[in-house]
C-alpha cells in the first residue's frame, strides 16, 4: 500500500533513489512528479502535483501564503474521485 509520509520522512522505497534531480535544489525526492499544476488565488498559491513512487501513484496539495508558510497534504490516487465528488458538493452550496 502507498504510504504518503515516506517522502517527508525518509522513508525511500525499496530500490528507489535517495537522491534525486528536478527540483527542490538538489534536496531529496523519493518521487517521479508526473505532473504538475500551479493555481494563484489572493494571497496563496497552491501546487498540486501528482507523483509516482515504488509504492504507487500519489497526490500532493501544497499551499504557501503570502507570508511563506507552506502547508502540504497527500493522498493515494486511488482516493481522487471522493475527494473531487466533496469537493464537487461543497461547491453547490456556494
Do not use: C
Amino acid at each position: 500500500m502507498f504510504d504518503p509520509m515516506a517522502e517527508l520522512t525518509g522513508g525511500a522505497p525499496q530500490g528507489a533513489p535517495a537522491f534525486g534531480g528536478g527540483g527542490g535544489g538538489g534536496g531529496r525526492q523519493y518521487a517521479d512528479e508526473i505532473h504538475s499544476v500551479t493555481i494563484h488565488a489572493r494571497q496563496r498559491t497552491f501546487y498540486i502535483d501528482l507523483k509516482q513512487s515504488g509504492n504507487g501513484k500519489f497526490l500532493k496539495i501544497s499551499e504557501k501564503s503570502r507570508g511563506g508558510r507552506k502547508t502540504t497534504i497527500m493522498f493515494d490516487s486511488e482516493d481522487l474521485d471522493p475527494i473531487i465528488a466533496a469537493l464537487q458538493e461543497m461547491k453547490t452550496k456556494l
